[in-house]
């Protein structure tokens, strides 16, 4: 039990548990194994989630999405906010009335600015385009798909920001 706590504290401080601590660790665990897994973009990402949770969330494998998003053959993550539970009294503090951040960690760019770049969405995916790479899929609000036909937008990235592709 000492050890359970100490670990969940280092965790929770957004330090990757070690592999050889893993005996002790209980909350979090899909998403701790990627924290061990000695890839530098995986560990930033979980520690990004564990700060801005401000301890250790709950993160189903549905939050957290991969795909070429910049073209670079290198895996890039998507984290879907509507998804993770923090611990606390602000379960999802992401999240406004109707929509969630999606943090958007570009294996190339975050390792040069150490920020993701965000985007609003009532639900996240990720889409293959005709290029090879993939597109952030986003859900809108009512307000948004007025003038469209959907209410799903995509982004792709252009080399120095996403835009909306029409």
Same mark, same amino acid.
């Given at each position: 039990?000492?050890?359970?706590?100490?670990?969940? @504290?280092? /965790?929770?401080?957004?330090?990757?548990?070690?592999?050889?601590?893993? !005996? +002790?660790?209980?909350?979090? &665990?899909?998403?701790?194994?990627? =924290?061990? /897994?000695? !890839?530098?973009?995986?560990?930033?990402?979980?520690?990004?989630?564990?700060? $801005?949770?401000?301890?250790?969330?709950?993160?189903?494998?549905?939050?957290?999405?991969?795909?070429?998003?910049?073209?670079?053959? &290198? !895996?890039?993550?998507?984290?879907?906010? @509507? !998804?993770?539970?923090?611990? $606390?009294?602000?379960? @999802?503090? +992401?999240?406004?009335? =109707?929509?969630?951040?999606?943090?958007? %960690?570009? /294996?190339? =760019? +975050?390792?040069?600015?150490?920020?993701?770049? &965000?985007?609003?969405?009532?639900?996240?995916?990720?889409?293959?385009? =005709?290029? $090879?790479? %993939?597109?952030?899929?986003?859900?809108?609000?009512?307000?948004?798909? &007025?003038?469209?036909?959907?209410?799903? %937008?995509?982004?792709?990235?252009?080399?120095?920001? %996403?835009?909306?592709?029409?």
């Amino acid at each position: 039990a000492a050890m359970r706590t100490c670990v969940e @504290r280092w /965790s929770g401080m957004g330090h990757a548990v070690p592999a050889a601590l893993s !005996e +002790f660790w209980t909350e979090g &665990q899909e998403t701790a194994a990627a =924290s061990v /897994s000695g !890839e530098p973009l995986w560990d930033a990402v979980w520690a990004y989630i564990v700060r $801005g949770c401000s301890g250790t969330p709950s993160v189903p494998d549905i939050a957290i999405l991969t795909g070429n998003l910049d073209g670079d053959d &290198q !895996e890039d993550i998507v984290v879907d906010w @509507r !998804e993770i539970k923090c611990p $606390g009294a602000n379960p @999802r503090p +992401f999240c406004g009335a =109707s929509m969630c951040s999606a943090d958007v %960690f570009l /294996s190339g =760019s +975050f390792e040069r600015s150490g920020q993701p770049e &965000q985007l609003l969405a009532l639900g996240v995916g990720i889409v293959p385009l =005709s290029n $090879g790479n %993939f597109a952030v899929r986003t859900g809108g609000t009512l307000a948004m798909c &007025q003038p469209a036909t959907s209410c799903h %937008f995509l982004w792709y990235w252009n080399g120095q920001t %996403f835009d909306r592709l029409k």
